[in-house]
């Protein structure tokens, strides 16, 4: 089979994490290529995830890594086997492969924490604000109406049993700008306040006067891994985005999202009594918002 030419982003980090317990082995890639009977060029399309690995290869590499056991191993495994065809294959006619890497990385993710300083999370999304926001890009309807739909569909994570663990703190510009109709935005606050009620989803709002704070102007997604040390960041920038997978990174953006988690409003909880808040938090917030505009 030839090597891929766009390889997956699981492909590239299963690679990529191959790489990482080859040189800290010490051991040359014809040595790795000894140990599942191949050449040197195959262990470097592996390792570059243009190519997969045969479960074996996978495991007897991982053994002369001495990796043998534990969670990085389980994990490795795992990702192996995460193989064929997800939903979001069926949109490579439209969205780029970072927008597919994206929607990849959401399925296969243990837990998902999410700072958004501009905009709702495209998984929070109504179909008309995530229309309202697509249609910036001056796109043909027809690409457009993919676009949404891609947004929408990236919601199962949220909507299947058991739902992804997923836990969002939303900046107070991003509810305060309009986008779209104003009955367009009431209806995504309230939006936000339903899916707020799924036991496995955390929404915080960090308002203005919580002060400075040098994450608050970061878009960025932790995504987890089968272990701590196969978690991803994404950056977003304003065209593009950035994939984080040193462990240094993943760990500095976990402590940062625990830190803005902290400074955030108390999380919306639509079930709570009225008289039960006893000072601003973030479902009062998203209310007062709703109804003023």
Known sequence: MAPRTQPTERQRRLGAELRKLRLAAGLSGDQAAAVIDADRQRVSHIESGRVDVPRN??????????????????????????????????????MGRPALDLAELES????????????????????????????????PDAELDRYVQFRMDRQRILERQPGTPYHAVIQEGALRTRVGSPEIMRRQLRRLIEIARLPHVTLQVFPFEAGPYSGVSRSFSIYGGPTPALDTVRLEQAVTSTILRDEEDTHRYRKLFAKLSELALPQVDPEAKPESHDGRDSLTLIQHLMYAS
């Open 57 to 94: 290869g996978l495991y007897n590499l991982l053994r002369s890594y001495g990796c043998a056991e534990g969670p990085l191993f389980e994990g490795l495994m795992a990702m192996a086997q995460h193989r064929g065809k997800g939903w979001w294959d069926e949109y490579r006619d439209v």
């Open 108 to 139: 296969r993710a243990t837990y998902i924490r999410n700072h958004e300083p501009l905009v709702i999370p495209g998984v929070l999304q109504t179909a008309d604000y995530a229309r309202s926001v697509c249609e910036t890009f001056d796109e």
